[in-house]
């Protein structure tokens, strides 16, 4: 039996001495996970797709977990920009939306949460310049179409570590797909 070369070689992905210089060897009866995540960590990792792929390959529980992950992100990364509390102009506001979204994930909550961040632009304080936009972007990703739109916003809020919160994006979305635990 000869070489076997994993899909990705055709595409260009990866090669066979990349592979073997990491220690894998591919043979027509192994084809290692290991490659293929080799593979997504290499070059296909910069493209933006790659969630998309794996979030419309999941069922309709799985993409709820998915979105959940990523508005919980959100609310990380917005929380570590919240002023002291005795600063608060309602900036906590969009992130209890947000809470309260993640606890009962309802259309209902949804949809308050959006509202409130429409309503905060038209006459809140956003408009009145008490606080950044920024702060609403828990309740702007709650309100999402599903959890590949709400990746968006979701990177808005990372800031300077938009990198990983899109490598951990694509690590949940895999996690998720496989039914594996990823936090």
Known sequence: MGSYYHPFYYLGIISPTSLRSRGYVLSTLTVTISAINLAINSKIVENEDLVKVLFDRM?????????????????YYVSQRLPPVERDEGERGFIELANRWLAQPTAENADKAL???VFDRVDGGVRYFDY?????LP???????NGYEATKDALKAAG?????????????????????EYI
């Open 59 to 75: 069922n309709e529980g799985q993409q709820l977990r998915f979105k959940q992950s990523i508005v919980a992100q959100t609310v």
């Open 115 to 117: 509202m409130a961040a």
């Open 132 to 136: 950044s936009d920024y702060f609403l």
């Open 139 to 145: 309740a702007e990703v709650v309100g999402a179409e």
């Open 160 to 180: 300077e570590f938009v990198a990983e919160a899109k490598q951990w994006q694509r690590v949940v979305a895999d996690r998720i797909l496989a039914d594996t």
